[in-house]
């Protein structure tokens, strides 16, 4: 039962992301009925980013709620969830918090007073020693002192067991709380910010992907594993074209290329807004035989491959130097994804489950850097589009549809002939500081200086296998694309 | 030669013998779907193959008793002919059909681990038997303290390998900046030059189902297995692949090819996932890692004389030669004992490159002819000039492993000062760079020790 509300609570807070993939409405009847469970099955809420001091477990993670910041503006704050759909009682939350403060300012009155009293105890003790003689009256006062030290431990006994005990529920809660939504983002429906060669739009189209992908002779539908695929002769070097193609031209652009591993534990997958335990959020291995683990366990690896999981496992847990922000990376490799309710529908190489994604990936030190890095990064994507000749839009995302994760989120949607739509290729979101505040990743100018969590934009700059589909479908395999 | 006689003269095939024993048990046979449906239902499919299609005549043929046993004694010892033979026994006269299948299972399980027979020429032994072919370039001497890929790679701020296990994991490694580059680069070279030889190119799915994985003869359970699997109570029954010689034969499993397209050359650009580990001093670092990427060249050839396989090994070993040559690399060629043939193997090549600042010849590919090994249990077959159906010879090889050609590569062409050269045959690839040295653009990263919290 446990683990069944656990899930519900779960797809609850996870339901953005949810959303990215099914209609409005479907989110919409999610977010209802998800919500009243998880406030049902908050106190069930696990996570593998916070284990209290009183457990034998711990965590690689402190995670930096800044709730004190977060509950000062509370109208702010469920305007945000209400635009999300987020049924939270944010006002037991504050007062959980409160409470969480003011035990934590007796626990530290009581440690104050125990050390006090620790001090006069052991300055009677040497006094003793030293004078070799009972002074009058100082083995009242010891007694006195002894009975007081007694009394005190038993007091932080019992508010460091109600501050456990109310932290776990603080903690929990402030984790399942989204990102900021910027006030760009549209309320009700998604908006076409910029729409290119819209004129250029093939609109009869005699064949279906399949027949197209048949007829190539150049792809091989296979299930030699789930959903698989093999590209073959010119659609498997135009591949390699493409990804020369965009790292080259993010490299010009300044970037700098990570090449990080495919498998992150459990911790940083949940810390990047992705469901542990949904298995549609990510596949996870098999661990050894023998061995039992709980969904939550650290040491579960999960497959995800490029994607922002990469950066956020390269600056996990690392101070960085202010003079060296903003850092700006790409990464390019293989990306996984289970099916899910979206892929399933997609006909073809547009629903395979493996691809070759180009990510991209900037740290800033102030929020509002954030904004103009999204700028630039829409800019440098837009013009690396214009290339291809193909008919694309930048679209705004609207609110519901956001990830819990996201601040806003533009993507670029490429017209599909043979499904007559704009399916997306790439995107653009300002992350903030949620991951940073989970994973400890932090900028300060010097070792004096205060440590602040970074501000992050992610950009999925393309998914080159949607790409070669688009291509393939608009009959652009000629071109030659590598840059050498 | 005298087994492959009998090869030749195949009857028995364990589809005849299974279509036999189960028309015996009153089932009717389906005809199996091969994976060359093209078809979007293709899918939804169940994946099936066949039960291998093994050499019956062979093993079970008294006369070659010994000599598979000798093979298997001079190999890893994996494997029991004499369990082969006495399970067939029991199989053959056993009347109750339950039973009968509960031997036919074991039989099965027991004849796949016989290992393919090793050529005559390869030496009988273990590893220190191996025998050294030929030795390339020499190695280069410098006056001063070499460095490790590890200390170069962290100096030039282009390779982190610490403070991972906590999200990564162990063994797990990130090249940045122009290592991250040198990586592509050595995945463009090698990629144009086997285009050159007349390979294709094919785009691989490295999720694939464990038969494809076992038919290749990697065990995908048990204790020696190295290959990572999915939750099974989250997700379908898949392995990641090792290799891309696996999708590729995968490719090609339950397909028939015409002799005259052969031989048939691929390669492919893949991440690997080897779940191996190694507490070995010369493998921390980048030598033995979980993931990687890696060019794989694989080729069919027909079995008309025998000799095809042996002849594409030499062309895949040529290959390696020329792009390792070309990287101005010091390395060997071996010709590796009995004992280092994996089972699937007949004969293998192993290329060592000199790794200057550990001091050891470190394995940075290999090339293996697997002769019907593989085809045989993934039932890749091609039509003689005669119009019969037989198995074709598998052959494989490594065009370019890229952790460890980066680690020789690094270690010897490392200057002084701590920066790197690049090899001629690499800067076209490199944006015409022709040395490597530390960016005082990258950012400025401490690791956070202390991980304390309060509560408020």
């Known amino acids: ?484 | 030669m005298m087994m492959r006689k009998v090869i030749q003269t195949g009857f028995f095939t364990w589809s005849k013998i299974n279509t036999l024993h189960l028309q015996l048990r009153g089932i009717a046979t389906t005809p199996v779907r091969y994976l060359s449906n093209q078809r979007t239902d293709t899918w939804q499919n169940n994946f099936q193959l066949q039960d291998a299609d093994l050499d019956l005549d062979n093993l079970l043929d008294a006369r070659n008793r010994d000599t598979i046993r000798d093979n298997i004694t001079r190999r890893k010892g994996v494997g029991d002919i004499d369990r082969v033979i006495d399970l067939w026994k029991q199989y053959s006269t056993e009347i109750d059909m339950s039973r009968k299948e509960d031997f036919r299972q074991q039989f099965l399980s027991a004849a796949r681990e016989i290992p393919n027979l090793s050529h005559p020429h390869s030496p009988v032994g273990d590893e220190h038997m191996s025998r050294q072919v030929e030795l390339f370039n020499k190695p280069k001497s410098v006056s001063w303290p070499l460095k490790s890929v590890v200390e170069l790679g962290q100096q030039l701020g282009m390779l982190r390998i610490s403070n991972v296990s906590m999200t990564t994991g162990p063994s797990t490694y990130y090249f940045t900046d122009k290592l991250a580059r040198m990586e592509y680069a050595l995945v463009k070279y090698s990629v144009d030059h086997l285009l050159k030889m007349g390979f294709e190119l094919v785009s691989v799915p490295d999720l694939l189902r464990p038969e494809i994985i076992e038919g290749c003869g990697f065990k995908t359970t048990g204790e020696v297995a190295q290959v990572y699997m999915l939750d099974p109570s989250r997700h379908d029954n898949l392995c990641l692949a090792g290799t891309a010689e696996m999708p590729l034969a995968g490719l090609l499993a339950g397909g028939t090819l015409d002799f005259e397209e052969l031989p048939k050359k691929f390669m492919a650009v893949s991440r690997c996932y080897r779940a191996e580990t190694s507490h070995a001093e010369n493998e921390l670092g980048i030598y033995r890692v979980h993931q990687f990427t890696k060019v794989e060249m694989f080729a069919v050839a027909s079995s008309e004389t025998m000799e095809e396989g042996n002849e594409l090994l030499m062309q895949l070993l040529d290959i390696e030669k020329t792009l390792f040559g070309q990287l101005g690399l010091h390395y060997r060629v071996l010709d590796m004992s009995t004992a280092e043939l994996g089972a699937p193997a007949h004969r293998k090549f192993d290329m060592e490159a000199w790794m200057p600042t550990k001091q050891f010849w470190g394995e940075i590919s290999s090339a293996s002819n697997c002769t019907d090994y593989q085809s045989r249990r993934l039932h890749l077959r091609y039509k003689s000039p005669l119009g019969q159906l037989k198995h074709c010879t598998t052959v494989n090889g490594t065009a370019c492993a890229v952790p460890r050609t980066i680690i020789a590569l690094l270690e010897t062409h490392q200057n002084e000062d701590g920066s790197v050269s690049v090899p001629e045959g690499l800067r076209p690839y490199m944006g015409g760079d022709s040395v490597i040295r530390a960016s005082d653009q990258g950012p400025k990263l401490t690791w956070i020790k202390d991980h304390k919290r309060s509560v408020q």
């Open chain 1, 1 to 484: 039962m446990i683990r069944v509300a656990r899930y519900l609570c779960m797809t609850s807070y996870h339901k953005r992301h949810i959303g990215r993939m099914m209609t409005y409405s479907v989110v919409k009847f999610l977010g209802k009925h998800c919500a009243k469970l998880q406030n049902n099955c908050s106190c069930l809420y696990s996570t593998s980013l916070f284990a209290s001091d009183r457990d034998i477990d711990s965590t690689y993670f402190t995670f930096d709620h800044d709730l004190a910041k977060n509950l000062q503006d509370m109208e702010k704050l469920q305007h945000n969830l209400k635009l999300r759909g987020i049924s939270f009682d944010i006002h037991q939350l504050k007062a959980n918090y409160e409470e969480l403060c003011s035990l934590d300012k007796k626990r530290s009155a009581i440690e104050q007073r125990r050390s006090e009293v620790a001090h006069h105890i052991a300055v009677i003790v040497k006094n003793q020693k030293e004078s070799k003689t009972n002074m009058p009256g100082v083995a009242e006062k010891m007694k006195i002192l002894k009975e007081e030290g007694k009394t005190l431990k038993e007091a932080h006994k019992v508010v460091q067991a109600h501050l456990w005990e109310v932290e776990e529920k603080v903690i929990r809660s402030a984790l399942s709380l989204p990102n900021e939504v910027h006030p760009d983002v549209p309320e009700d429906k998604e908006v076409i910010v910029e729409d290119y060669l819209a004129d250029k739009r093939l609109r009869i189209v005699d064949k279906d992907h399949h027949v197209i992908l048949e007829e190539s002779n150049m792809v091989k539908i296979s299930n030699v594993g789930s959903r698989a695929y093999y590209l073959r002769g010119r659609l498997a070097v135009l591949e390699q074209e493409l990804i020369d193609r965009f790292t080259t031209e993010l490299h010009r652009k300044g970037l700098t290329m990570i090449l990080a591993p495919e498998m992150f534990k459990t911790a940083l997958v949940e810390a990047g807004g992705l469901d542990v335990v949904d298995p549609s959020y990510a596949y996870r291995l098999k661990h050894k035989e023998g061995s039992s683990l709980s969904d939550w366990d650290q040491d579960h690896m999960f497959l995800r491959g490029a994607s922002h999981l990469s950066f956020l496992a390269y600056y996990a847990r690392m101070q960085i130097s202010s003079d060296s922000l903003p850092v700006r990376n790409f990464t390019v490799g293989r990306n996984y994804r289970p099916v899910n309710a979206v892929n399933k529908t997609l006909p073809g190489l547009f629903g395979a489950l493996q691809s070759v994604r180009v990510c991209a990936c900037t740290l800033a030190e102030r929020m509002e850097e954030c904004s103009t890095e999204c700028d630039m990064m829409v800019q440098a994507i837009k013009e690396i589009y214009r290339e291809f000749d193909l008919p694309f839009r930048i679209v705004s995302i609207p609110v519901q549809l956001l990830c819990a994760y996201e601040q806003k989120r533009l993507e670029v949607q490429i017209w599909v002939p043979t499904m007559q739509t704009y399916l997306k290729v790439g995107s653009v979101a300002a992350h903030g500081d949620f991951h940073s505040r989970r994973l400890m990743i932090r900028s300060a100018r010097d070792r004096q200086d205060a440590v602040e969590p970074v501000h992050m934009v992610y950009s999925d700059v393309t998914d080159i296998t949607t790409m070669l589909a688009v291509l393939l479908e608009h009959g652009r395999l000629d071109k030659y694309w590598r840059t050498m």
